[in-house]
């Protein structure tokens, strides 16, 4: 069952996955900001399957 916190976390991880392919799609993208997005995608990743 989803709930309404559950629906909200695949929001931001979509969000975030949406942000890194924009970041990579850039001509020079930027190392840190990639990595720090996908470190936010993973700890989201992790708290949805602990749900």
């Known amino acids: 069952m989803h709930t ?3 629906t909200a976390l ?3 991880h979509a ?3 949406r ?3 924009a970041e990579s799609q850039r001509p020079v993208p930027d190392a840190l900001v990639l ?3 996908k470190k ?3 700890r989201l990743k992790e708290t ?3 749900l």
Do not use: P, S, V
């Open 15 to 17: 969000t975030l996955d």
């Open 10 to 12: 695949e929001t931001r």
């Open 40 to 42: 936010q995608k993973l």
């Open 48 to 50: 949805l399957q602990g």
């Open 35 to 37: 990595a720090e997005l």
């Open 19 to 21: 942000r890194i392919n």
């Open 4 to 6: 309404a916190h559950q």
